[in-house]
């Protein structure tokens, strides 16, 4: 419970001190000059305690640097190229700007403008893609202060953050890709063909071993990626669960996959390998290999990952629907095809166009309008038969307006005895007078 305690200063006058015990066993205190104040304060305080959302003020005044340094070893649900990455972009981004800030001293107006800074093209400005990432590692990074009870609120959330504009996709035709695979070292021929044609990720084609390779049935089984961090190859399992499939593969990737080995290649063995014939590291192969050959073959730029969508593009030209492209990719869901390469299905557009400029060949035979309450109601029939239901008022032979039950109009049996409809020459019934 907080407490008041009056105190007098050297100058003569008087301070009121409120006390009040913290989570960990300590007196905390604050210096008031009135005693409305203290009193104010210490209503507070036994408030957010009653509520349970009492922040002891003191917490919050370790610095940003600070709290990373404890709360990151303790993240373990990220990839290790995730991790590397996540914690890069808060080192090179956020710790300049705000390592030595207090936790409880971040603020919405320090946020927009660093993340300005980041952003303005004339400072050499970041991409949206990695300013947006710099912002979300900083997100959790207060999320968890806020989750440990440093903090009462998160300032970093739902911050306003620049537009990403999504680039236009690289797609290669057939004979582009063939082009690259005649020009790339014969060592990697078979890579070539083989990203292009079955959409592997560039970690999961270099962690691809001869045991998961189906020379028979023509399929590769996506079971381990390699991952290359500061150096160190590592293989661990795919980026989801999606990940983990079976993709079948063309005959003529399979025969160049055939070639790869001089001989019978041990199960555990990578497919691809350096000349050394050790795991292939990306970089050194962008630099000795990919460039080179992307370069010779007129096709700059020209990503690895370019092939990946080159895959895709070929499949859907092939008549693959979104259903087989995400299962063949690796996607979580169709709509993650649909939003990459909708536009790649023009033929659906296509068809759907042509159906609708089809002329109609249903021509009404027979036509009752009649009239409810407050709208004019027009049934058309084919062949002379009425279908549908009828509800509210209409006007029968005899003259009487009754509310009738609904019923088929094809079961003309019930107005036998009852009067029969009224029609006319253009098959108008006139409105029940009330």
């Not at 080995?261 to 199960?267: E, F, I, K, R, V």
């Not at 370069?295 to 979104?322: E, F, K, M, Q, Y």
């Not at 084919?382 to 509210?392: A, H, I, V, Y």
């Amino acid at each position: 419970m907080a407490s008041i305690r009056v105190k007098q200063l050297s100058s003569g006058k008087q301070a009121y001190l409120v006390r009040v015990r913290a989570a960990d066993g300590q007196e905390r205190t604050k210096q008031f000059a009135r005693r409305r104040d203290a009193e104010h304060y210490a209503h507070l305080i036994e408030v957010d305690r009653s509520n349970g959302s009492y922040i002891d003020p003191r917490l919050g005044k370790i610095t940003v640097g600070e709290w990373f340094d404890r709360w990151w070893p303790t993240v373990t649900t990220l990839r290790p190229s995730t991790r590397a990455r996540d914690e890069a972009s808060f080192r090179i981004h956020v710790l300049p700007t705000f390592g030595t800030t207090q936790l409880s001293r971040v603020d919405r107006t320090s946020l927009r403008q660093w993340v300005a800074r980041l952003s303005d093209p004339s400072g050499g400005g970041l991409a949206p893609a990695t300013v947006t990432k710099a912002v979300q590692v900083f997100n959790k990074t207060m999320r968890a202060a806020t989750e440990d009870r440093l903090i009462s609120s998160n300032p970093v959330e739902r911050l306003p953050l620049p537009k990403i504009e999504r680039e236009e996709m690289r797609f290669l035709t057939a004979e582009e890709l063939w082009t690259l695979a005649d020009t790339i070292d014969p060592r990697y021929r078979g890579f070539v063909l083989l990203a292009g044609y079955s959409g592997l990720r560039l970690g999961e084609l270099l962690g691809l071993r001869w045991q998961r390779v189906d020379l028979l049935r023509r399929q590769v089984v996506v079971a381990e990626t390699l991952v290359d961090l500061a150096g160190h190859v590592s293989f661990g399992p795919p980026k989801t669960k999606a990940a983990l499939r079976t993709v079948g593969i063309p005959s003529f990737v399979v025969e160049e996959l055939s070639r790869i080995p001089d001989g019978p290649a041990p199960q555990d063995e990578l497919v691809f390998q350096s000349p050394d014939g050790h795991p292939v590291r990306p970089g050194l192969f962008r630099r000795r290999f990919w460039t080179p050959a992307v370069s010779t073959a007129g096709l700059c730029p020209l990503r690895i990952h370019d092939l990946r969508h080159t895959a895709v593009s070929l499949w859907i030209a092939a008549g693959a629907n979104p259903k087989q492209v995400a299962v063949r990719a690796g996607h979580t869901s169709v709509s993650v095809v649909l939003d990459r390469y909708g536009h790649l299905y023009p033929q659906q557009e296509l068809d759907l166009m042509e159906k609708l400029e089809r002329p109609r060949t249903r021509q009404p035979s027979e036509r009752i309008s009649f009239v409810t309450r407050s709208t004019l109601v027009s049934v058309e029939s084919c062949n002379g038969t009425l279908s549908g239901w009828l509800f509210g008022r209409y006007h029968l032979g005899d003259g009487q307006a009754r509310r009738r039950l609904p019923q088929r109009f094809d079961d003309r049996r019930r107005e036998r005895g009852r009067g029969q409809l009224d029609r006319r020459p253009h098959g108008v019934v006139d409105q029940a007078r009330t």
